[in-house]
């Protein structure tokens, strides 16, 4: 016998689950891969993953929208300059999630990189990247969505550049903090 429930909702009802995001891409101008990284098997190989990409940037990098479904998938993105960042996440999925966690990501890279967005900058600076990413999202679950705090955490990991790899400016700015802290004793 079927219940009030099963009548007025039919199977098509989803447990709510902590495993928001399927992946995160970052595509260049061409559609080319500068970043991919997906959180589940729902494109287990290379060659079905790039075929989506190419896919996704066909629907995608002539509209103006933010939000497309696309094989059964929600994508969320954006484009600056030379680059166009996608977050994707199931059907079902809250579509203001999936922008919270876009918009955190292209805040973070916009501070770090110091509002200097382009293809050029992130290649520069791909550790930042990886970093931002997995300080933002982990197995596909939302751990941070104010990029004020991703790039404080970001920076903190890159103080553990040893002295010969850091730059001019990097040295004078720990020099700077360890004489604030000598003289705050």
């Known amino acids: 016998m079927l219940t009030v ?49 190419k896919n996704i940037f066909n629907k995608t990098h002539r509209t103006d929208s933010e939000i497309a479904l696309l094989e059964g998938l929600t994508v969320v993105y954006k484009s600056n300059i030379d680059l166009f960042f996608y977050v994707i996440g199931s059907s079902h999925e ?28 992130l290649l520069e ?29 970001v920076a903190l990991r890159g103080d553990d550049v040893p002295l010969t790899e850091q730059t001019v400016t990097q040295v004078l700015q720990s020099a700077k903090e360890q004489i604030k802290w000598s003289l705050l004793r």
Not at 33 to 50: F, G, H, S
Not at 101 to 120: G, I, Y
Not at 135 to 141: A, L, N, S, T, Y
């Open 5 to 53: 429930d099963q009548i007025t909702f039919p199977l098509t009802r989803q447990e709510p689950s902590l495993y928001t995001v399927k992946a995160v891409l970052i595509l260049d101008n061409d559609g080319d891969r500068l970043y991919a990284k997906y959180y589940d098997d729902t494109y287990p190989t290379v060659k079905e993953q790039k075929a989506f990409e």
């Open 94 to 121: 809250n579509e203001l999630m999936l922008m919270a966690v876009l918009n955190c990501l292209f805040d973070s890279l916009s501070q770090m990189l110091r509002k200097n967005v382009e293809r050029r900058a």
């Open 125 to 153: 600076n791909m550790e930042g990247l990886f970093l931002a990413v997995d300080e933002i999202v982990d197995g596909g679950v939302i751990l941070e969505s104010d990029p004020q705090q991703v790039v404080h955490r």
